[in-house]
């Protein structure tokens, strides 16, 4: 089993649709989450990152962080046809030290004008 | 100002050669990472240095991989003998002193014959 799992997709969606993106994890030592967007042959761009549970709100996107669960989550609102893309969520038990991050296998989005 | 910056974009090669892929990380940050990324999957870490030391290659998948950054900016990660299933893009990223977020380059797609 992958410390980290994540659902592949792909996730087709209309414009302007709410889109919810899910990890969840076995290991109760990661502290740091993180989800980065990827676009096709592009490197990983950091979207949100936050520290233990709670929610974390930027723009149209929302980050939940659920320990208790192992569980997050990432909301896009109004989603727009750019927002088409790789997200991998990504945790580190961490950020000092080696601050080495595990990554999901990373869903695929598509956003349908 | 310039993000992480990885050279060659793409390395085509045959099985059993010797390859170099050079990374050129964000100005001013003292933490470099390593992340190897196989088609559909989410990146996995290879290598970490802090200044000019790995302080931790646990990810490394055998001794044919092998990485340097002896000035604590450029970082080179050497391939001996490549198999077919080294294959993938190697990604690198950087962070500003290894507790903040982790900015990744494009990543060079190495492909072996």
């Known amino acids: 089993q992958k410390e980290v799992e994540q659902d592949p997709g792909p996730l087709s969606v209309p414009e302007g649709a709410i889109v919810s993106l899910n990890c969840t994890y076995s290991n109760s030592a990661f502290q740091y989450f993180m989800w980065y967007r990827q676009y096709s042959r592009k490197g990983p761009e950091l979207l949100m990152y936050?520290?233990?549970?709670g929610n974390k709100e930027d723009g149209r996107f929302t980050a939940q962080v659920d320990k208790s669960s192992k569980y997050i989550s990432l909301f896009i609102r109004d989603s727009q046809p750019s927002d088409s893309a790789t997200y991998l969520c990504?945790?580190?038990?961490?950020?000092?030290?080696?601050?080495?991050?595990?990554f999901g296998q990373g869903t695929t989005l598509q956003v349908k004008p | 100002g310039a993000g992480v910056s990885q050279t060659p974009s793409n390395k085509v090669t045959e099985k059993g050669k010797y390859v170099e892929l050079r990374c050129d990380p964000i100005s001013g940050h003292t933490a470099l990472y390593w992340y190897r990324q196989s088609l559909g999957q989410g990146p996995e870490f290879l290598i970490y240095?802090?200044?000019?030391?790995?302080?931790?290659d646990s990810g490394l998948p055998n001794d044919r991989f092998f990485a340097v950054r002896p000035e604590g900016s450029v970082s080179t990660l050497k391939i001996q003998r490549t198999e077919r299933g080294d294959s993938a893009v190697y990604l690198c990223a950087s962070s500003l002193n290894g507790y903040n977020e982790q900015f990744f380059g494009p990543g060079t797609r190495l492909t072996v014959l």
């Open positions: 936050t520290y233990s549970s």
């Open positions: 240095f802090q200044g000019t030391g790995a302080a931790d």
């Open positions: 990504a945790m580190s038990p961490r950020s000092g030290n080696t601050g080495k991050l595990i």
